[in-house]
C-alpha cells in the first residue's frame, strides 16, 4: 500500500470516529422542562408546575432559576421532588427568594448530601397563584447540573406557560336534565 492509501485509511476512520463520538454525546444530552409545558387557570386558583429532567446517571447537586410575570401569578413555594427525596438519603433544598421587588424569578439550589442521585424524574415542584388575568411565560433563565465530580453539565432547558383566563359562564342545570338532553 502506498502512503496516500494509508492517509485515506487514517482519514476516513478518524471521520468515522467523529461521527460514532457526536452520535454518543447527542444521545447524552440532557433536557430540563416544565410539566405541564402550557396550563390555564382562574384568577385565585393555585397550580403547581413540575420541573422534570430526562436521564441523567450521577447527578450530586443542581440549580435552576425560572422568570415569570409577577402581575399575573405569584410564586408561593417550591418544594423537592423526587430525584431528591425518592433515594431515602440526605439532601439540601433551598429556594433563594428575590432580593429586589417585584419577585419575579424561581431560583432553586438542590444538592445530594449522602451519595448522588439519578434522572428522570421531577427535580422540583413550583406552587403559583393566579393574581390577575394574562399570560405569564414560566422562562428558563438557567439551568446547572453538577455530577459527584463537580463537573458542570447545562442542560437544554424548555419553558413552560401559564395561561390565567376569566371564569367560563355556564348555564345552571341538574344532572336529570342533562341526561334527558343527551340520550
Same mark, same amino acid.
Given at each position: 500500500?502506498?502512503?496516500?492509501?494509508?492517509?485515506?485509511?487514517?482519514?476516513?476512520?478518524?471521520?468515522?470516529?467523529?461521527?460514532?463520538?457526536?452520535?454518543?454525546?447527542?444521545?447524552?444530552? /440532557?433536557?430540563?422542562?416544565? /410539566?405541564?409545558?402550557?396550563?390555564?387557570?382562574?384568577?385565585?386558583?393555585?397550580?403547581?408546575?413540575?420541573?422534570?429532567?430526562?436521564?441523567?446517571?450521577?447527578?450530586?447537586?443542581?440549580?435552576?432559576?425560572?422568570?415569570?410575570?409577577?402581575?399575573?401569578?405569584?410564586?408561593?413555594?417550591?418544594?423537592?421532588?423526587?430525584?431528591?427525596?425518592?433515594?431515602?438519603?440526605?439532601?439540601?433544598?433551598?429556594?433563594?427568594?428575590?432580593?429586589?421587588?417585584?419577585?419575579?424569578?424561581?431560583?432553586?439550589?438542590?444538592?445530594?448530601?449522602?451519595?448522588?442521585?439519578?434522572?428522570?424524574?421531577?427535580?422540583?415542584?413550583?406552587?403559583?397563584?393566579? /393574581?390577575?388575568?394574562?399570560?405569564?411565560?414560566?422562562?428558563?433563565?438557567?439551568?446547572?447540573?453538577?455530577?459527584?465530580?463537580?463537573?458542570?453539565?447545562?442542560?437544554?432547558?424548555?419553558?413552560?406557560? /401559564?395561561?390565567?383566563?376569566?371564569?367560563?359562564?355556564?348555564?345552571?342545570?341538574?344532572?336529570?336534565?342533562?341526561?334527558?338532553?343527551?340520550?
Amino acid at each position: 500500500m502506498t502512503d496516500s492509501t494509508f492517509r485515506r485509511l487514517g482519514l476516513a476512520a478518524t471521520l468515522a470516529l467523529g461521527l460514532v463520538a457526536g452520535a454518543a454525546s447527542g444521545a447524552r444530552a /440532557v433536557t430540563v422542562s416544565v /410539566v405541564p409545558p402550557d396550563t390555564s387557570v382562574a384568577v385565585g386558583d393555585v397550580c403547581v408546575l413540575r420541573v422534570v429532567t430526562t436521564a441523567f446517571t450521577d447527578l450530586k447537586a443542581f440549580q435552576f432559576i425560572y422568570g415569570f410575570a409577577p402581575t399575573v401569578i405569584k410564586l408561593q413555594g417550591i418544594d423537592p421532588g423526587e430525584v431528591l427525596t425518592g433515594s431515602g438519603r440526605s439532601f439540601y433544598g433551598y429556594w433563594l427568594p428575590d432580593n429586589v421587588a417585584p419577585a419575579d424569578t424561581a431560583w432553586y439550589d438542590a444538592a445530594m448530601l449522602d451519595g448522588t442521585s439519578a434522572g428522570p424524574g421531577i427535580l422540583a415542584y413550583l406552587t403559583f397563584k393566579a /393574581v390577575a388575568l394574562g399570560v405569564s411565560p414560566v422562562d428558563c433563565r438557567w439551568v446547572d447540573f453538577r455530577d459527584s465530580y463537580n463537573v458542570q453539565t447545562l442542560p437544554v432547558c424548555e419553558s413552560g406557560l /401559564v395561561r390565567v383566563v376569566p371564569p367560563v359562564a355556564v348555564r345552571a342545570g341538574s344532572w336529570g336534565r342533562l341526561k334527558t338532553l343527551y340520550r
